[in-house]
């Protein structure tokens, strides 16, 4: 397992928050640890997960500004 800090822009409001919640707990092999404004704490089973949760992140109308690994 891998912990991933995602770095997220457009996010201002509890709305954003529930949005990337949902978002990111739509893809397999993610536990998600938090959501705040601006960042997402998560926990990747699978490196491909992550390019997923950036991709449900962006449909969900949000930037992805950067991924660190902890």
């Known amino acids: 397992m891998q912990d991933i800090v995602i770095a ?25 640890k938090s959501v705040r404004i601006g960042q997402a704490e998560l926990r990747a089973t699978d490196e491909g997960a992550i390019s997923r949760v950036k991709a449900a992140i962006q449909d969900a109308g949000y930037g992805v500004e950067g991924v660190i690994s902890g």
């Open 8 to 32: 997220i822009s457009g996010m201002s409001c509890g709305h954003c928050l529930n949005a990337v919640n949902k978002a990111v707990q739509s893809v397999d092999w993610i536990e998600l």
